[in-house]
């Protein structure tokens, strides 16, 4: 990484394991387990939505797990780009850095305007642009002030997310049983009304689920972006990838299982569980069948605290992104410059103008909104498109240039098979998102969503044809550790 001056200094280890460990914890756990599992069950079936949210859950694991061995040999702020750059070719991590700040930019936007939405269902008079202001500078001054007051937010958001879902299991679990709530026919709802052993669509559906199965998993990567602020990386990154596995079966599939036992796929709420009825999700149906007559006041307040950390991470990402691609030389230079507490001021307030900027054309320019979003849509899977090639690669250099894999303080699951199944479950997911659009050769569809692709492309192809870079070879491949000193002070 650069070691080139900025005009304060640099950013701090003040991450402790707990932080990073939550983070990972309630980094997936969102609208897309909340209110989107609800519309995956009525699409897929019950047992199609379990299958296609496993797999899915399967290769994030292993995904995490090949990004967990590269920050924990290199804990670097800028995390997957930078290895993008070091280990593949620079082309390839000027296009990631710039691809993943443009994505979380966005998304910060449209977390913005879905705060409007949610408060909405408890005061519909008022503008929701109101609520959507009130959020990011909210964020804002969250990611001002310190890292640590990022990561202390994060913990405790987390938390209310942790503990809803293992109430919410507690509670499923004793309704199943009869001891809540009223008699519910569970092997007929599993069963999809002994509807193809509950896989309704069969294979189509279940890779149509996958979609929204990747879309829910998204954030993950945030493990890697945080290890660059970390205070001992070696024992937090680890940590945090170890529980991966457990958060999906725990929150994700052991959820649905809930969800698709007490909630038939055919209940017309499951089909409206989507930002614009973020109250109805399956979370309060389940609840109110419990008994709970509170339960969709409820879960608006939990699904609000999801997207406020959704926005706060989108913010930290996409702020730390845009400081080390200024220290790489992919972005201007005035975005390097660091607050005397540690943030990234410039590339904060740089996002932030980004983000308002595009809400602003949600509220005066839709069309334009829509395609923006559009821009963003697939960016999350090319970077953990990324994330797989730059370990395939990070790996066969470290093994070619004569280290022993005893070195690795984390190795990977079953390498070379976990970033080859990443790789390809992601590239089937990505052309997964809309066949039928190329089918009847909708242009405006396939535009709107594959837009990030050529997004993508060219930012490569203009770093390549510009620099002349090329595809590093192995025995060229950077692996000097990056010292403290290098990657946080200026």
Request: overall charge positive; charged content about 10%; some cysteine.
């Amino acid at each position: 990484m650069s070691t080139g001056k900025s005009n304060s200094g640099g950013i701090k280890r003040e991450l402790q394991t707990r932080h990073i460990s939550m983070i990972a914890l309630g980094g997936s756990i969102g609208t897309g387990l909340f209110v989107a599992s609800g519309s995956a069950i009525s699409q897929a079936g019950p047992m199609g939505a379990i299958a296609a949210y496993a797999a899915i859950g399967i290769m994030v694991f292993f995904l995490m797990t090949s990004l967990g061995e590269m920050a924990t040999y290199m804990p670097l702020t800028g995390s997957f780009a930078t290895y993008a750059t070091k280990f593949v070719d620079p082309a390839f991590g000027f296009a990631m850095g710039w691809n993943y700040w443009f994505n979380w930019a966005v998304t910060l936007a449209v977390d913005a305007a879905t705060v409007g939405v949610v408060m909405s269902y408890w005061l519909p008079n008022w503008p929701q642009w109101i609520w959507s202001a009130i959020a990011i500078v909210l964020i804002f001054i969250v990611n001002i002030l310190s890292v640590k007051s990022f990561g202390e937010t994060e913990f405790w958001m987390s938390i209310i997310k942790v503990v809803t879902v293992l109430v919410f299991l507690v509670i499923g679990v004793l309704t199943i049983f009869g001891i809540m709530g009223n008699h519910v026919n569970v092997i007929t709802n599993l069963t999809a009304n002994h509807h193809n052993g509950g896989f309704v669509g069969g294979l189509p559906a279940v890779l149509a689920v996958f979609v929204v199965a990747g879309y829910s998993f998204q954030g993950t990567e945030l493990i890697g972006i945080t290890a660059g602020e970390s205070a001992t990386p070696e024992e937090s990154v680890p940590k945090a990838i170890k529980q991966v596995f457990w958060r999906i079966l725990l929150f994700y599939i052991l959820s649905i299982l809930v969800i698709a036992e007490l909630i038939n796929y055919k209940d017309p709420n499951l089909l409206r569980s989507d930002a614009a009825h973020v109250a109805i999700s399956p979370f309060a149906l389940v609840f109110k069948q419990a008994g709970f007559a509170a339960a969709a006041s409820v879960m608006n307040a939990i699904i609000l605290t999801s997207v406020l950390s959704s926005a706060n991470s989108g913010m930290y990402a996409s702020t730390r992104m845009l400081y080390v691609m200024s220290r790489e030389g992919f972005a201007p230079k005035l975005f390097d410059r660091v607050s005397r507490r540690g943030i990234p001021l410039t590339a904060l307030l740089g996002t932030t103008i980004v983000a308002i900027l595009t809400f602003l054309t949600s509220v005066l320019g839709p069309n334009a909104y829509t395609y923006l979003v559009a821009g963003s849509g697939l960016t999350g899977f090319i970077a953990w498109i990324g994330i797989a090639v730059s370990h395939y690669r990070f790996r066969r250099a470290f093994v070619a240039q004569g280290h022993a894999l005893t070195e690795l303080k984390y190795k990977a699951k079953w390498f070379p098979f976990g970033p080859l199944l990443a790789l390809i479950v992601c590239i089937l997911v990505i052309i997964g998102q809309n066949p039928t659009s190329f089918i009847k050769f909708d242009w405006q569809q396939i535009l709107i969503t594959y837009m990030s692709i050529p997004l993508f492309l060219i930012l490569f192809i203009y770093y390549k044809v510009r620099y002349k870079t090329h595809i590093i070879s192995l025995t060229e491949v950077d692996l000097t550790k990056v010292t403290k000193s290098e990657s946080f002070e200026s």
